[in-house]
């Protein structure tokens, strides 16, 4: 081999031996880091890190590490007391020295796995300061800081764990004695949760000496088995605990008062792949007691008691989270559950939590390894009790659970493949109650079968005062009993389930409830069953079979103020009380696994209700006199109803009730009579509200179905109609068979009815005086179909109407008010602020009414506003009036209807109208006739003496009205008045009313047969706001009035309009001759005075110098002329008496004769002898030879009367008729003066 060869070979194994030093160097390095950094960061961790953590200083002298023996060692190790910044001489513990020896596993392992531990001479000083508190509270308090809970248990392995020398010296400063422990010697094999497995070299092994007297365990170990098995055995006889309860420290809320106990331990040690601690034996106490401290208080409460507890243990593996219990039996035990204000178990959660209400804790993550593994085989409990308090109710609750049984077998968790499952039973007794129960479980699932009997309902009246008074709550009575059945299921052993907890109930009833005083209960019942019940939890379902109400007796008042009781049981809720509710219904979904059920809503449903005899008593005090309302024999039955969240099906209904009819008799006994009850049955359905995601009402609560009602006493809901009407409703029986459809929407209520109704025994009284106002034996609706929408009138047609043996009672009160017309009191309710459209734009209502009746009516009239008072009566009154609408056609003039109605009036008066009449159509259209015949008029003579002065002593009256109102509003009256007879009694001296001549009045308008006949037409426009026929009549009235006063004789001879006033007879001038008007008119003077025999006429002449000086010569010269012919006519032996006139030609023959027989001055001729003069001369020298004086004109003037007279004697007038009055000849002065005669009418 040369060099060349030789060379790569010493290449290939320098470069070897190269790889093999660095590694050796990089190990080196390895160390000597490890060396320097791990005691560093060792010193960090216990130094820095171990003084935040415990709130403490924590010092160490030395630390060290062996690489390669993987030794750490920690020397000069202390912890200073709570609240010092610096160590003090003698510090709370310290400990010589640590030493930890690591293994490479820890590695692989991903834990720390420990070939040894050694703790040598640790010294702790523990000092007791009094009640309990001891100078490592704040050490105890570290786990279990707000918002802490159970965590992960961590991975790890320790092998050959020893501690040696220990010592511990206890200063109870209290009682000034110190108690130590020396010599201290704790050997375990390995403590591990995970599989590693090491060199094991120690025995289990406790030993120590407490005071001075030594104890050392004893142990059996197998070094050569397989797995190297060591067993170690305690035994601790009546372990009296007193001695040291004053020791227990003061910041646990537990406290354990007194108790003995046994011990019989083995522990047993097992070193193979995986290494095993294991646990068994037996524990048995006597007498124990817990307490625990109530927060805010200073004294502690009973929590736990236990006459006797026996534990035997199968297996307990603690490393392996294995728990196997072979028995459990408890004697006596006593468990006091109190829950705090704001919701929270203070036995079972003691430690506040800084979590809201309502939260729920999060779970609790599973230990990484094996989960937990727990089985007893048997457990016993007998003679327990447990006792509940509640402070979260308003009202705090207390129950009291005794003679607690309970019964186990095979109770395991988790229950595996192979698991099955456990079998309870158990019972108990609850105030007075009983409560038994079985079934079966696996922890994770089962099932639960209860029987309760006889549970009383008021022990859980503390719950319901959230929202009911608790004094109603306290007087609650009755009982509670159910079978039921609880079947449960986690989210995991569900699968892909959301888990499951279920509860059904085949029958569950209260028995002999009642709410509020015992002796006159607000709520009562006998029974109430539901059968079939069940309730999803968790998917927040529960339907009812069927619901049995049986003799449920409520009563329901409303107070004088307006409050209904049930407003008075209810109460605020407590600020946070409804949050503990929620807390639990939480905890149990997450205990399930599954969402809480607060997250939807709940829905569900009931096949049927069925109440039977119910009772009603109804109370209220708000309306006026009140109401009281008796319903008896409520039975009802409903149909299937579900509350899905969607569309309601609409639920049949069936029901039946009586409505006791009581009446009261007044006086003051106040005895009741019982009339025949009423009674309503329905047989429909009911369409419950849906909302729309507005959160409106898209379909309102409606029933419909067929109604029946017979002789329901509706005038017991008559003070509600109070407030609108002053009326008193002393009897209303009301009869309905029929279809009947209620909406109550939003807009307004909608109200259907299809049928016949019938109000019989109808008696009505005005509220103020008491006075009967409108009886009816009977009113029928036939055929009656209404329809109200949104509030409004929409329809209204009845087929057929009749009115039968009805009063009416009409009356006006002292005051002058007549008493139909304030019966309704106050304004119109004004519309509904949600009325439709329809209604806001006024649309008319179709309003169509068939043929209507009215059979044996009777109307009385009454008047004590007149003295003295004034009573009639108007009786067998009937009529007809065929159908009738309100519907026309824009261009056809409305339908109208037939008018018939006939009666009879006090003594021998009659009634009678016929006609055409619509009066549903604005403006009303009509054509009607009304007759009243011979209405006796004395009994109206109160009206005459107090309006007119006269009383009437005698007299009938007759009437005839036409009316014609066409659709334009147009009116056309005619009234005729015709009165028999009529005869005024003398005024009365103190009366009031104007002085006029009534008498005077009526003795013109009567005929020759006392008959006054008197027509008054009236016409106009309804339309005119100013038009009344009443006043129109009343102002026609009294023009004839004044008339007799300003011209009686144009009255009584017809001159009423268009004519001249006829006061007065025209004469000519200078004569006593009247005018040919004058003679006309005398005519009808002479006809109106033969026909009214009591009427006196009073003639007086007049006559005037100044205005009739010429005239009057002018007529005596015509007189002188007459007389002059009547001479010739003597002579010549003709009738002197046929000269009544004179001619032309004998005019001026007779003016000669007359002028020469005169004495006058006459003219003479030269012969001396009188001289021919002209005709006007003669007359005008005649003339101015008369002389008129005074005499002349009163003669003048007597003349005048007595020719009116004699003219109306010649016309047959009777002279007793005529009387002649003062001639009158002084008025010259007067201006405008006619010839002329008056004539003055007065009574015989």
């Known amino acids: 081999m040369n060099h060349k060869e030789l060379f790569p070979k010493w290449r290939r194994l320098h470069s070897g031996w190269r790889w093999v030093a660095g590694v050796l160097v990089g190990w080196a390095l390895l160390w000597g880091l490890s060396a320097l950094c791990v005691p560093w960061g060792a010193r960090w961790l216990v130094q820095t890190q171990g003084s935040q953590a415990l709130g403490r200083v924590v010092k160490v002298d030395s630390v060290s590490f062996q690489p390669w023996s993987m030794a750490l060692v920690l020397r000069g190790l202390r912890m200073g007391p709570a609240g010092a910044a610096q160590l003090t001489a003698s510090p709370p513990l310290q400990i010589e020295e640590v030493r930890l020896n690591l293994a490479l596993a820890s590695l692989w392992h991903g834990a720390p796995v420990l ?15 009094g009640q309990g508190h001891f100078d490592v509270d704040d050490l105890l308090g570290l786990g279990r800081q707000p918002g802490a809970g159970p965590g992960q248990m961590p991975r790890f392995s320790l092998f050959n764990v020893r501690i040696e020398g220990g010592r511990m010296v206890f200063h109870d400063a209290p009682k000034s004695l110190t108690h130590t422990l020396d010599d201290v010697t704790l050997h375990i094999p390995f403590l591990s949760n995970i599989g590693a497995r090491r060199e094991v070299s120690t025995q289990p092994r406790l030993a120590f000496k407490l005071n001075g007297v030594g104890f050392d365990s004893e142990a059996e170990t197998a070094p050569f088995a397989d797995d190297r098995r060591a067993q170690a055995q305690l035994h601790i006889k009546g372990l009296d605990v007193a001695p040291y309860v004053r020791y227990w420290p003061a910041a646990w809320p537990v406290r354990w008062t007194q108790g003995r106990g046994d011990l019989d331990l083995t522990v047993t040690f ?57 028995s459990l039996e408890v004697v006596q035990p006593v468990l006091h559950v109190r829950r705090n204000a704001q ?100 922890l994770t699932s089962g099932q639960l079968r209860m029987n309760a009997k006889a549970l009383p309902l008021a022990a859980g ?48 009833r209260l028995d002999k409830v009642s709410v509020g005083s015992p002796n006159q209960p607000d709520l009562s019942w006998d ?39 049930f407003e008075d049981w209810q109460l605020a809720p407590a600020v946070g009380a409804a949050s503990a509710p929620a807390s639990t219904d939480q905890a149990i979904s997450t205990a399930l696994g599954a969402k809480a059920p607060g997250q939807k809503p709940w829905t569900g449903g009931v096949h049927q209700v069925r109440v039977t005899g119910g009772q009603v008593h109804w109370d209220d005090r708000a309306v006026p006199a009140g109401v009281q309302l008796q319903l008896q024999d409520v039975n009802m039955l409903t149909g299937a109803w579900h509350d899905t969240g969607q569309a309601h099906e609409p639920m049949t209904l069936q029901g039946q009730l009586t409505v006791v009819n009581v009446r009261r008799e007044s006086g003051q006994d106040g005895r009741e009579t019982r009339r025949a009850p009423g009674r309503v049955d329905f047989d429909g359905r009911v369409h419950w509200p849906e909302p729309s995601k507005s959160g409106t009402p898209a379909q309102p609560l409606a029933l419909s179905g067929r109604l029946q009602m017979d002789k329901f006493p509706a005038h017991r809901l008559g003070p509600y109609l109070a407030p609108v009407l002053d009326v008193t409703f002393k009897r209303a029986d009301l009869s309905y068979a029929g279809a009947l459809d209620v909406r109550l929407a939003p807009a307004g209520l909608g109200l259907g009815l299809q049928g016949d109704l019938t109000l019989s025994a109808l008696r009505t009284e005005e509220r103020s005086t008491h006075a009967p106002l409108l009886d009816a034996k009977n009113l029928n609706l036939r055929g009656l179909d209404v329809s109200i929408q949104a509030g409004a009138l929409h329809s209204l047609k009845v087929a057929q109407t009749v009115l039968s043996d009805f009063s009416a009672r009409i009356a006006i009160d002292a005051e002058g008010h007549l008493n139909w017309l304030g019966l309704r009191k106050g304004s119109p309710v004004a519309p509904a602020p949600h009325a439709s459209h329809a209604a806001a734009v006024g649309l008319q209502p179709v309003i169509a009414l068939g043929p209507m009746a009215l059979v044996n009516g009777r109307v009385a009239f009454s008047d004590v506003y007149v003295q003295p008072h004034v009573s009639t009566e108007l009786h067998g009154l009937s009529g007809s009036l065929s159908a009738v609408s309100n519907q026309v056609a824009s261009a056809q003039a409305p339908e109208l209807a037939k008018l018939s109605l006939r009666g009879l009036g006090a003594g021998s008066a009659s009634v009678e109208v016929e006609g055409l009449i619509n009066p549903l159509v604005k403006p009303m259209v009509l054509d009607v006739k009304g007759q009243l015949r011979d209405l006796e008029l004395p009994q109206l003579s109160p009206y005459s003496s107090k309006y007119a002065g006269y009383g009437i002593e005698r007299g009938k009256l007759s009437a005839t009205l036409n009316y014609h109102l066409d659709r334009e509003g147009d009116l056309q009256a005619n009234h005729q008045l015709i009165l028999h007879q009529l005869r005024f009694s003398d005024r009365a001296e103190d009366s009031t009313a104007p002085n006029l001549p009534f008498k005077l009045a009526a003795a013109l308008l009567a005929d020759s047969q006392g008959v006054i006949d008197i027509q008054l037409p009236v016409s106009g426009s309804i339309n005119d706001p100013d038009f009344r026929v009443g006043a129109i009549v009343w102002k026609l009235l009294m023009n004839l009035v004044g008339k007799a006063i300003t011209s009686p004789l144009n009255l009584i001879t017809g001159l009423l309009s268009g004519q001249e006033e006829l006061q007065q007879l025209g004469f000519a001038p200078g004569t006593a001759s009247m005018t040919d008007e004058a003679e006309q008119s005398l005519q009808k003077v002479a006809q109106a005075l033969m026909d009214r025999p009591n009427l006196q006429l009073t003639v007086a002449g007049y006559s005037d110098m100044d205005t009739e000086r010429e005239a009057y010569r002018q007529a005596r010269l015509q007189d002188q002329l007459l007389a002059e012919k009547r001479r010739k006519l003597r002579r010549e032996g003709q009738d002197e008496t046929s000269a009544t006139g004179l001619s032309a030609d004998e005019q001026e023959a007779l003016l000669k004769a007359v002028y020469r027989r005169s004495n006058v001055p006459k003219p003479l001729n030269l012969l001396g002898l009188p001289k021919d003069i002209s005709p006007a001369d003669m007359t005008a020298l005649l003339l101015a030879a008369m002389d008129v004086t005074p005499a002349n004109m009163q003669s003048l003037a007597e003349a005048r009367g007595a020719a009116v007279r004699d003219a109306l004697m010649a016309r047959k007038v009777p002279a007793g008729q005529i009387f002649m009055g003062t001639a009158r000849t002084d008025t010259a002065k007067a201006a405008g003066f006619t010839p002329r005669a008056t004539l003055t009418l007065a009574l015989r």
């Open 270 to 326: 097992k070193q193979t792949d995986s290494p095993q601690v294991g646990v068994s034996g037996q524990l048995s106490a006597q007498g124990v007691q817990l307490q625990e401290k109530a927060a805010g208080q200073n004294a502690a409460l009973p929590l736990f008691e236990v006459a006797s507890l026996a534990l035997q243990v199968d297996e307990w593996r603690p490393l392996e989270q294995v728990f196997k219990l072979a």
């Open 527 to 565: 029974s109430l069953e539901l059968a079939q019940l069940e309730v999803d939890w968790l998917r927040s379902q529960w339907r009812v079979g069927q619901l049995a109400w049986t003799g449920p007796v409520a009563k329901i008042m409303r107070q004088a103020n307006g409050r209904w009781m």
């Open 115 to 129: 070939d040894e531990v050694v703790v040598s001479q640790p010294r702790w000083q523990l000092a007791h300061s």
């Open 343 to 442: 919701g929270q178990l203070q036995a079972l959660w003691p430690v506040a939590s800084d979590k809201a209400p309502g939260q729920v804790a999060p779970a609790i993550a599973a230990p990484a390894g094996p989960a937990p593994v727990f089985s007893l085989q048997r457990l016993h409990i007998s003679g327990g009790q447990v006792h509940w308090v509640d402070a979260s109710t308003p009202v705090p609750t207390q129950l009291s659970m005794g003679d607690v049984v309970l019964k186990a077998n095979d109770l395991k968790w988790p229950t595996g493949a192979s698991g099955g499952l456990a079998k309870l039973e158990g019972s108990a007794t609850l105030e007075g109650g009983r409560i038994r129960w079985q079934g079966e479980t696996n």
């Open 461 to 508: 009246a503390g719950y319901g005062a959230a929202h009911v008074r608790p004094e109603l709550l306290n007087q609650m009575a009755g009982q509670i009993s159910a079978d039921m059945t609880l079947d449960w299921k986690t989210a995991s052993s569900a699968g892909a389930g959301d888990g499951q907890m279920l509860l059904k109930a085949p029958l569950l």
